[in-house]
């Protein structure tokens, strides 16, 4: 019992590009947690379905492929890996027609609720860092430390833009796919895209990497101190 009474778990919720997962992953390597990128659950759920000709509209198949699908996400050295059905997806589900679909199918409450199950699972244990869109407001509502990262469209459609091989889309199609997923995401019925009250909100437009991953790092081992001096 005692070693996940000293754990806590930390959600990250923010919109595309605001660098959730490079903030994530660096938090998790300094508490020597484990990270979780939800956004590639959705997106492995986004590639299945449609290597397999289904469309965000057909929902029950969308579901279906929800549930019979196996994710694993495995460390490593640059980002996470992501693996599906035992095959490594990492790369493809970056794939342009998967970054514009991802959306639809990840507004489809049947395939919500598979993966919010999933990922409850993976944090019942606590010290994870996971990022996403309705961590904190859904899916670990309880987490200790709960942070919503935000910046400029511009700023985002720019690192987003600097991230990607060569070629692969403008700046000007990066800013109109980010601010579309967006909309999509704050607007869906089901756990949109919000600030949960109890998150501290950090605007990274004019921050570093290095800055926001230690504005973190304080904010938990604030949060830390509390839970020992409580304890007391
Ligand atoms: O990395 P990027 O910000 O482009 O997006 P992502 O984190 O890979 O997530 C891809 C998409 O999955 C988002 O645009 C959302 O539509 C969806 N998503 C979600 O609905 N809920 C989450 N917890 C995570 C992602």
């Not at 996971?130 to 200790?144: F, K, W, Y």
Request: hydrophobic fraction near 40%.
């Amino acid at each position: 019992m005692k070693q996940t009474d000293d754990h806590i778990n930390v959600a990250i919720d923010g919109p595309a590009g605001a660098g959730k997962s490079t903030v994530a992953k660096l938090v998790a390597e300094r508490l020597g947690y484990i990270y979780i990128d939800t956004g590639a659950m959705y997106r492995v759920v986004a590639y299945k379905a449609l290597a397999s000709g289904i469309s965000p509209d057909d929902t029950a198949e969308a579901v279906r492929t929800a549930e019979s699908i196996r994710i694993e996400l495995r460390p490593g050295m640059q980002r996470q890996q992501v693996w599906a059905d035992g095959k490594d997806v990492t790369d493809v589900i970056r794939s342009a027609s998967v970054t514009s679909n991802v959306s639809a199918f990840a507004a489809n409450p049947g395939v919500r609720e598979i993966l919010a199950r999933k990922q409850q699972e993976m944090a019942r244990k606590k010290g994870v860092v996971m990022d996403g869109r309705d961590i904190g407001t859904h899916v670990l509502p309880d987490a200790e430390v709960k942070v919503y990262l935000t910046a400029t469209v511009e700023k985002r459609a720019e690192r987003r833009f600097n991230e990607l091989p060569d070629g692969t889309m403008s700046m000007e199609e990066l800013r109109e796919d980010i601010a579309r997923r967006d909309d999509m995401d704050r607007n869906r019925e089901h756990s949109p895209l919000v600030q949960a009250e109890d998150a501290i909100r950090i605007d990274s437009t004019y921050m570093t990497i290095e800055e926001v991953t230690e504005s973190i790092l304080d904010i938990c081992s604030n949060v830390m101190n509390q839970g020992v001096e409580q304890n007391e």
